[in-house]
């Protein structure tokens, strides 16, 4: 299984498929065909279908600068089968296609073809079941099975996630008004932190959760930079629980890192055996992913073992199971950033249950990925991602507002 440093990316929002995934993909080209006259980039699929409300071609035009650059969206074609892909072409002056280059984003700001080197594997291991056993057999909690993979710059490297992920909770506090896309979304974090230092006693505590979830999510739909944990659309699920947790328990931050560690391993399970991507397997991949990374780094703050972590992990993926990514306009907002507070009030949830328990149940967290596998490949293409069905068409079946 490949480094959580392949998980945990950094760069702008909305949509870690439809703009990191992209301006890497358009790295790697102008690599390949650095000087020629004029660049096409088509988008085919959901990358297509979406592109212009998760700010696709704002990512691009940031990659390409001055050359010029013409962008084709082809929303009714799959690129060989497969969700999210993209073909770079450089042009001569005459417009001639001088070299082409095909690639997908795979999901998480991740991008793959058929050349790509297979990933770096930093891990000995594919499933949580060995890690579980790894963790019974050394007395090694998850953390330190992470430490012993990745060595210890992989502190270094989580300091660095946490640091943007303060960043982004502030920004997306701090920030007032309407979200860019045109739906008349305004933010909602400063407001509530307003509101919510003025609840009774019992309230205030749970609503700042929702506070930090809103913030990142909605500094995400406004392009700002966040941590894709796993995914960009889903980047406020573990900040905000962590930053909660952190005021709440008087966390010391070698904690947060340490949890990060845990939550990474769990994210990375689930790319590794499934998926992260909206497009491949609906929200269940990203939200309920970030469900089941904030349940485990949860579970584990609070003294859990490995098998109750595994166990809050398990309940994060297992009640997302069969959600489906509809997002309204293609925007990263409807209901995006609302699911991001629901997921870190469940993901609490989650790590509460299973701290009751003594960890033991029955469907472990290796099946439960593996039925949100075969859930995700059994929804119809309508709930992955492509802003047709559900609340997106809905959405459309309104009367204008004000009418
Ligand atoms: S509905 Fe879920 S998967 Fe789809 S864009 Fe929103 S957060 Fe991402």
Avoid at 106 to 135: K, T
Avoid at 136 to 150: D, F, P
Wanted: glycine content about 10%; some cysteine; charged content about 20%.
């Amino acid at each position: 299984m490949e480094s959580i440093r392949e998980l945990y990316r950094f760069g702008n929002g909305p949509s870690s498929s439809h703009t990191i995934g992209p301006q890497r993909a358009a790295r790697m080209f102008l690599r390949r065909a650095p000087k020629a006259a004029a660049y096409r980039a088509v988008l085919f699929g959901s990358l297509a279908a979406t592109g212009r409300g998760h700010m696709t071609d704002r990512a691009l035009e940031k990659v390409f600068g001055a050359r010029p650059l013409e962008i084709v969206w082809l929303p009714d074609r799959e690129l060989r089968g497969r969700p999210n892909g993209m073909r770079f072409e450089a042009l001569s002056r005459t417009g001639r296609v001088l070299k082409q280059w095909e690639a997908f984003s795979v999901g998480g700001g991740a991008v793959w073809n058929e050349e790509a080197a297979p990933p770096r594997e930093a891990y000995p291991l594919h499933s949580m079941a060995e890690a579980l056993a790894h963790a019974e057999r050394t007395g090694q909690a998850l953390w330190e099975l992470v430490e012993q993979c990745e060595g210890k710059g992989i502190w270094r490297f989580l300091d660095s996630v946490w640091k943007r992920m303060e960043a982004a909770v502030k920004a997306g506090m701090e920030a007032e008004g309407v979200l860019p896309g045109g739906l008349g979304v305004a933010r909602k974090a400063h407001a509530l932190a307003r509101k919510s230092a003025c609840f009774a006693p019992h309230l205030e505590p749970d609503s700042r959760l929702a506070v930090y979830a809103y913030a990142v999510a909605e500094h995400n739909a406004a392009g700002g930079e966040v941590v894709a944990a796993p995914t960009c659309g889903a980047a406020g699920v573990v900040p905000a629980v962590l930053s909660y947790l952190k005021e709440r328990l008087r966390l010391e931050e070698p904690e947060i890192l340490r949890a990060l560690a845990t939550a990474g391993l769990v994210g990375a399970l689930v790319k590794h055996n499934a998926s992260i991507s909206g497009a491949e397997v609906g929200c269940q991949g990203e939200i309920g992913t970030a469900c089941a990374m904030a349940a485990a780094a949860a579970a584990q703050l609070h003294g859990g073992s490995p098998r109750q972590v595994e166990y809050a992990a398990e309940m994060g993926v297992e009640h997302h199971l069969g959600l489906t990514c509809d997002p309204v306009g293609g925007l990263v907002q409807i209901p995006c950033i609302e699911r991001n507070a629901h997921a870190a009030a469940r993901a609490l949830s989650c790590c509460h249950f299973a701290l009751l328990s003594d960890g033991s149940h029955r469907i472990p967290f290796d099946k439960a990925v593996a039925a949100m596998k075969e859930t995700g490949q059994a929804l119809p293409r309508l709930y992955r991602e492509t802003a047709l069905g559900g609340l997106a068409k809905a959405w459309k079946d309104l009367p204008p507002a004000g009418s």
